[in-house]
């Protein structure tokens, strides 16, 4: 029986790795590393895999504005989420004490999640691409003064040890992964939906695009806006809203706001994604 091809962003290890694990719950997965973000819309596109799996959001660092662009650009759809537990870990090389690191490497996001602890105790920081990749190069490094910030399977994954766990600023620490594919396909269970659009440069515009769901009594569960490239100081917004698209209220707010906005793209609609600790 095939396996589901899956790519996420980062090495063995990765936190976007352990999603695609939770939300798919099978033993017929073969996951398929990818350099950047960018690489993996690159693999859905050109069909090289049946899906990806996304990091969007961080419940301290906020959107990831590099992932709305490309769910914007590429002829992608979402199709499922699921809410991550992430836990950062201190690890270093065998024989390295915690007293003893003066520098620490790890994906920007992790470093920005983890800043606090990093400024206690007093580490130099170095970004890399990928928490895991990090954790990779410090094995291989070999150096017991230098340190990654990764996870658990990361741990695992490079036979680092652990030497300080839950070094993020905040125990509440979530991430929101979604499944990209290149078919559109809406579950007959979809209950959000999410959808990008620009407004057009006039008073009250924003203001209008929005009442298009208010007047439907829509809840809204995140707006976020994202420079639009080629055009300064003007924004896209990338919104999530309660419901399924075939939802009456929310067919009718889609069309409405395709009435007043120059540009509108319905990214998915899927059923909200569990948490998993």
């Given at each position: 029986?095939?396996?589901?091809?899956?790519?996420?962003?980062?090495?063995?290890?990765?936190?976007?790795?352990?999603?695609?694990?939770?939300?798919?719950?099978?033993?017929?997965?073969?996951?398929?590393?990818?350099?950047?973000?960018?690489?993996?819309?690159?693999?859905?596109?050109?069909?090289?895999?049946?899906?990806?799996?996304?990091?969007?959001?961080?419940?301290?660092?906020?959107?990831?504005?590099?992932?709305?662009?490309?769910?914007?650009?590429?002829?992608?759809?979402?199709?499922?989420?699921?809410?991550?537990?992430?836990?950062?870990?201190?690890?270093?090389?065998?024989?390295?004490?915690?007293?003893?690191?003066?520098?620490?490497?790890?994906?920007?996001?992790?470093?920005?999640?983890?800043?606090?602890?990093?400024?206690?105790?007093?580490?130099?920081?170095?970004?890399?691409?990928?928490?895991?990749?990090?954790?990779?190069?410090?094995?291989?490094?070999?150096?017991?003064?230098?340190?990654?910030?990764?996870?658990?399977?990361?741990?695992?994954?490079?036979?680092?040890?652990?030497?300080?766990?839950?070094?993020?600023?905040?125990?509440?620490?979530?991430?929101r992964f979604l499944v990209v594919t290149r078919e559109s396909y809406v579950p007959g269970d979809a209950d959000k939906t999410t959808v990008i659009f620009s407004v057009k440069s006039q008073?009250?515009?924003?203001?209008?695009?929005?009442?298009?769901?208010?007047?439907?009594?829509?809840?809204?569960?995140?707006?976020?806006?994202?420079?639009?490239?080629?055009?300064?100081?003007?924004?896209?917004?990338?919104?999530?809203?309660?419901?399924?698209?075939?939802?009456?209220?929310?067919?009718?707010?889609?069309?409405?706001?395709?009435?007043?906005?120059?540009?509108?793209k319905l990214i998915g609609s899927y059923k909200e994604g569990r948490t998993e600790y």
């Amino acid at each position: 029986m095939k396996k589901i091809e899956i790519a996420f962003q980062g090495e063995k290890g990765a936190y976007s790795e352990l999603a695609a694990r939770r939300y798919f719950k099978s033993t017929r997965l073969q996951l398929i590393p990818q350099k950047t973000f960018a690489d993996v819309f690159h693999a859905i596109a050109k069909r090289k895999v049946d899906c990806g799996i996304v990091p969007v959001e961080n419940t301290l660092n906020g959107g990831i504005r590099e992932v709305f662009n490309l769910l914007d650009e590429q002829s992608v759809f979402v199709t499922g989420e699921i809410k991550l537990r992430i836990s950062h870990m201190l690890l270093g090389v065998r024989g390295a004490k915690i007293s003893g690191i003066k520098r620490v490497y790890s994906h920007p996001q992790a470093l920005l999640q983890c800043r606090k602890f990093i400024h206690r105790a007093k580490l130099s920081q170095a970004e890399y691409y990928d928490t895991a990749g990090a954790a990779k190069f410090v094995a291989e490094l070999g150096d017991p003064s230098v340190a990654a910030i990764a996870g658990l399977s990361a741990a695992e994954d490079y036979g680092l040890r652990i030497l300080k766990k839950h070094i993020e600023s905040d125990g509440k620490n979530f991430t929101r992964f979604l499944v990209v594919t290149r078919e559109s396909y809406v579950p007959g269970d979809a209950d959000k939906t999410t959808v990008i659009f620009s407004v057009k440069s006039q008073p009250g515009a924003l203001h209008k695009s929005l009442s298009v769901f208010a007047i439907r009594d829509i809840d809204l569960l995140s707006i976020d806006s994202i420079p639009n490239v080629g055009r300064p100081w003007e924004y896209k917004f990338f919104v999530d809203f309660r419901g399924g698209v075939f939802g009456e209220a929310q067919s009718k707010a889609l069309e409405h706001l395709r009435e007043i906005c120059p540009h509108v793209k319905l990214i998915g609609s899927y059923k909200e994604g569990r948490t998993e600790y």
